[in-house]
């Protein structure tokens, strides 16, 4: 995080450094920290209202009040209307000065779909300590959930699901909401036992319908992480083998795309064609892979939502960069950089949670072939599938064990 001293701030804020030492010390900036004699702050802290006034009062009143409604009744504004045209993001967040909960919130939600991962720690932090309303602090705890996978901290994660499970929830729809958040950010690490059975069902009746873009986005993510256990024998399901669900799914996911256009959903609509993309190329599919990327590319490039792009660098190997690369190689290069903060924080925590050790060490071609042996494919559909040849598909077998220290039959328990 980027830290600013007092004469910096000060001068940033347009106030005197001796009234902002006082602040820090009276507690009212949020994360100032002490070295010493000196205070330091961190460079996206927003300033404190000058409480000192009444009309700063009357501000500080109506700016945080519990309950103080949202534009949408749903944690995920960035994937509703709000956000409706592709490169208007700081318009639409400019749009809700009059709601500055919600302004804030879009505005984080907006900055983690660039990958500005610091911006978001800082509204969530501010959030959570606010006395905001019940959306505003479910989603500032998914927020923070977030966060903490790209930073690979278990004890951020662990608290971000805590500050959601305490919202103020005044209804059994409230609660419904909360059940969903904290499984939605548990399915990122492809944990998704814990959702609800009415949500496996793909029955979202109990959520808000604001809520249904969101909704649709994590049940493909759902859908995806089954058919990935399925694949390598993780999950066992009566009829069901091999990748013969992962070949079927996009049937379901390719009218949700349709509805997240007709929706005015863009965060939305680019969840869903990487995450359908991402299920093509798993199936073998790679024309309809790339189909889904390209149009996901082009909804992100207007406003620089590279930090969507990074988190399917894993799943989609090495044809992500193959795409990005005839678009723009400056592009590619900062999604790349930002995969790798992504995938380093991402096996962290994964295997925090699952008490393993994962490796980030594997190559493209290493995880294309990893991925293929853990599907029970023999060496030679291996090197069919990918146009290498079988010693190479021995040789990366080869490698994979060398640097995870795990059996082809285990392979599944690494990627």
């Given at each position: 995080m980027e830290y600013l001293n007092v004469t910096e701030m000060a001068q940033k804020w347009g106030i005197s450094p001796r009234r902002l030492q006082t602040l820090c010390a009276n507690g009212k900036v949020e994360g100032a920290t002490r070295f010493g004699k000196a205070w330091m702050i961190p460079k996206n802290t927003q300033k404190p209202i000058d409480g000192r006034t009444k009309a700063s009062k009357d501000t500080m009143a109506s700016l945080f009040k519990k309950d103080m409604p949202m534009p949408r009744k749903t944690p995920f504004l960035h994937?509703?209307?709000?956000?409706?045209?592709?490169?208007?993001?700081?318009?639409?967040?400019?749009?809700?000065?009059?709601?500055?909960?919600?302004?804030?919130?879009?505005s984080a939600e907006i900055a983690y779909s660039k990958g500005n991962i610091e911006k978001v720690?800082?509204?969530a932090y501010y959030l959570l300590h606010k006395h905001s309303g019940f959306y505003a602090v479910i989603s500032a705890g998914m927020l923070l959930g977030l966060c903490a996978i790209w930073r690979g901290d278990l004890n951020m994660w662990r608290q971000a699901k805590i500050h959601i499970a305490e919202a103020p929830a005044k209804s059994e729809a409230d609660r419904d909401i909360i059940a969903f958040s904290i499984t939605a950010i548990d399915s990122i690490l492809y944990d998704v036992s814990s959702f609800p059975e009415w949500f496996k069902l793909g029955r979202f009746e109990p959520l808000h319908k604001d809520s249904l873009p969101a909704a649709k986005v994590f049940y493909a993510k759902y859908l995806y992480a089954v058919a990935y256990a399925l694949a390598t024998k993780q999950l066992e399901l009566q009829g069901v083998h091999g990748l013969s669900l992962m070949t079927i799914i996009p049937n379901t996911i390719e009218p949700m795309i349709s509805q997240a256009m007709a929706d005015n959903s863009i965060i939305a609509e680019i969840y869903l064609r990487m995450t359908c993309a991402a299920v093509y190329h798993t199936g073998g599919n790679d024309g309809q892979a790339i189909y889904h990327i390209d149009r996901a590319v082009a909804l992100a490039l207007p406003d620089k939502l590279f930090g969507i792009l990074a988190e399917y660098g894993r799943t989609l190997d090495s044809l992500l960069e193959q795409r990005l690369s005839r678009v723009d190689l400056d592009v590619w290069h900062t999604v790349r950089d930002l995969h790798h903060v992504y995938i380093a924080g991402w096996t962290k925590l994964s295997g925090s949670v699952?008490?393993?050790?994962?490796?980030?060490t594997l190559t493209p071609k290493e995880r294309e072939v990893a991925k293929l042996a853990a599907f029970g494919f023999k060496?030679?559909?291996?090197?069919?599938?990918?146009?290498i040849s079988i010693s190479s598909v021995k040789q990366a077998v080869m490698n994979v064990s060398n640097k995870t220290g795990m059996s082809r039959e285990n392979f599944a328990a690494i990627l």
């Open positions: 994937m509703t209307d709000l956000y409706s045209i592709a490169g208007n993001a700081e318009k639409n967040i400019a749009a809700l000065e009059s709601n500055p909960e919600a302004q804030i919130l879009l720690y800082d509204s699952r008490g393993k050790k994962l490796t980030t060496n030679s559909q291996i090197a069919k599938t990918l146009n």
